[in-house]
């Protein structure tokens, strides 16, 4: 389905990457029609693509191919955004990972947290251990 580019809403509170990659979006920029269509929600908020989204806007074009995917709470949206960033196109930087582990983390969701961030048991609990700490005392 194709959307207005204009009716996209980015939400970079809901978006896992910290930062754009210019060049990136340049080199998307110069094949748009190559690129698989982004993803976002039934309210046009953003789920995956920020680039593609933003390659298109540079190129020029209107309109871009999208996935609608129903979502029921922002947690959801960003838990989806951190999924399929992690499995596709530019990978989430440590730094990237590192931020969405301590921002999600809540005790019961560590198995899935690492698995969706592709990175050790180890590594996530360095990252969450003072939260991890904090929470228990609470």
Excluded at 6 to 17: A, E, F, G, S, W
Excluded at 52 to 60: H, I, S, T, V, W
Excluded at 73 to 98: F, P, V, W
Aim: hydrophobic residues 35%.
């Amino acid at each position: 389905m194709k959307k207005l580019i204009n009716d996209i809403v980015i939400r970079m509170d809901l978006y896992p990457r910290q930062e754009v990659d210019n060049k990136k979006v340049q080199e998307y920029s110069e094949n748009t029609d190559l690129l698989p269509a982004i993803i976002i929600n039934q309210d046009n908020i953003l789920i995956d693509g920020l680039h593609r989204l933003k390659a298109n806007k540079q190129a020029g074009n209107k309109e871009i191919e999208c996935i609608v995917e129903k979502t029921e709470s922002e947690n959801e949206i960003y838990l989806r955004a951190i999924e399929t960033n992690a499995t596709h196109g530019l990978q989430l930087s440590m730094k990237d990972k590192q931020s969405v582990a301590v921002k999600l983390y809540d005790l019961k969701n560590r198995e899935r947290l690492i698995k969706s961030l592709s990175v050790s048991p180890r590594t996530f609990d360095g990252w969450v251990s003072n939260k991890s700490k904090q929470l228990k005392q609470e």
